[in-house]
């Protein structure tokens, strides 16, 4: 946790400032909104489509990256 405070935190922005920064979750508005961690389902179906686009890749003898590039010309 970053910094723990004293009492009761009184914001959501307060109760985001003590999560660890691992957590998948913003704050809108004053309201905190945490992002569910995925189901079966579509870690199931992640593999899938990543593994058809890398057979594809391959097959087309094109690049492929892990992070967008910025691309100058």
Request: charged fraction near 20%; include cysteine.
């Amino acid at each position: 946790m970053k910094e723990v405070l004293l009492g009761i935190p009184r914001t959501a922005m307060e109760v985001f400032e003590m999560l660890p920064e691992v957590t998948l979750c913003e704050v809108i508005d004053n309201a905190l909104y945490v992002s569910p961690s995925p189901t079966t389902d579509h870690q199931r179906i992640s593999m899938k489509l990543s593994s058809r686009i890398e057979l594809y890749v391959s097959d087309n003898a094109w690049e492929r990256y892990l992070q967008p590039l910025m691309m100058f010309t």
